[in-house]
């Protein structure tokens, strides 16, 4: 048997009422549902970075230094202009 070692976090009580639930379907302890299932998300193999390919570069425009900025900083302004464009 492998040795266990024991983590707390802390969760919800919906999520922990959820939790209980599913293990008493399933017939396991919580502890050992939530295992079953870390092990299953952590053996998934890792989702590929999505490039969102070249962008023309803008007189004063300024390459960010994290490309999830610069995603945020491309819908913000798509939002507000489709709020003014509404208004």
């Known amino acids: 048997m492998a040795t266990l070692k024991k983590t707390s976090i802390y969760i919800d009580e919906e999520l922990d009422t959820a939790l209980a639930a599913r293990a008493a379907e399933e017939g396991v302890s919580k502890a050992e549902f939530i295992r079953r299932n870390l092990e299953v998300v952590v053996a998934r193999p890792k989702r590929p970075r999505i ?6 570069v803008l007189p004063g425009y300024v ?3 994290d490309d999830d900025q ?9 939002d507000a202009e489709r709020r003014a464009r509404s208004a």
């Open 70 to 78: 610069e995603l945020a900083e491309i819908y913000e302004r798509r």
């Open 63 to 65: 390459q960010p230094a």
């Open 51 to 56: 490039s969102v390919g070249m962008m023309k």
